[in-house]
């Protein structure tokens, strides 16, 4: 028994290291998806900007002459503010009148 107490400390490492990676995984994963670091979430992924069509104000469908476009936000004045954009990775973009993003959320 003489060398016996390491094992233990070696056990209870090992499961204290596990342990953190499980809550690393389970918070770490969140926290990186909303992330503005993150390329999928960033205002340089070209997905994200103006340019791309589907962003473009151009796009009848984010135009604030299009009456029946459901991409408006609105102030709570009844004033349009701008729109958003659903993607398929669940991120809404929202953009001003201009084209310009303001944010996203997941």
């Known amino acids: ?14 499961a204290f290291l596990l342990f953190c990676a499980l809550v ?9 998806e ?4 993150n ?7 070209y997905a994200n900007t ?3 069509y589907r962003n473009s104000p151009l796009n009848w469908e984010n135009n604030e002459f299009n009456v029946t476009a459901r ?5 709570n004045a009844g004033e349009r503010a701008g ?3 659903l993607h398929s990775d669940g991120t809404r973009n929202f953009f001003d009148g201009d084209g310009n ?4 959320s997941k």
């Not at 690393?24 to 990186?32: E, F, K, P």
């Not at 909303?34 to 670091?37: C, K």
């Not at 993003?101 to 996203?104: E, M, T």
Request: net charge positive; charged share 15%; with cysteine.
């Open 24 to 32: 690393r995984c389970a918070v770490g994963q969140t926290l990186w």
């Open 50 to 52: 103006q340019y791309d």
């Open 39 to 45: 390329y999928a979430n960033n205002e340089y992924n």
């Open 83 to 85: 729109y958003e954009v």
């Open 101 to 104: 993003r303001l944010g996203y």
């Open 1 to 14: 028994m003489k060398y016996g107490h390491r094992y233990v400390f070696t056990i209870v490492l090992v």
């Open 34 to 37: 909303n992330s503005p670091y």
């Open 71 to 75: 991409h408006g936000i609105y102030t």
